[in-house]
Nanobody, 124 residues
Framework: QVQLVESGGGLVQAGGSLRLSCAAS????????IAWFRQAPGKDREFVVG????????YFGDPVKGRFTISRDNAKNTVYLQMNSLKPEDTAIYYC?????????????????WGQGTQVTVSS
């Protein structure tokens, strides 16, 4: 069992930056694939970015390529999402999710564990 807790959300102006954290407990993250998803009001939850077991493998959704980066610190059991050049359309609740299998998957149903989410609001 893995418990995930996101933090770092908030209100930021367009063009600004935020760093989200996903802290895990109950199981080491070193053997899990982690992804961030987001859900804007009235929209489906969408894949943002994922990182594989070894950190060498990452995959970004098209809307965030070149603006967001992801990293993991397995010693701290934490994954970070650095969000730069934020746009109003990035406004959403951001969730981190974990799965035990290798491979970064974009389908949310393939993830076994989810955090409660953290709100990110980007003002224009």
């Amino acid at each position: 069992q893995v418990q995930l807790v996101e933090s770092g959300g908030g209100l930021v102006q367009a063009g600004g930056s935020l760093r989200l954290s996903c802290a895990a407990s109950g199981r080491t993250l070193s053997s899990t694939t982690i992804a961030w998803f987001r859900q804007a009001p009235g929209k489906d939850r969408e894949f943002v970015v994922g990182i594989g077991w070894s950190s060498d493998s990452t995959y970004f959704g098209d809307p965030v390529k070149g603006r967001f980066t992801i990293s993991r610190d397995n010693a701290k059991n934490t994954v970070y999402l650095q969000m730069n050049s934020l746009k109003p359309e990035d406004t959403a609740i951001y969730y981190c999710a974990a799965r035990g299998g290798r491979g970064i998957m974009v389908g949310q149903r393939l993830y076994d564990y989810w955090g409660q989410g953290t709100q990110v609001t980007v003002s224009s």
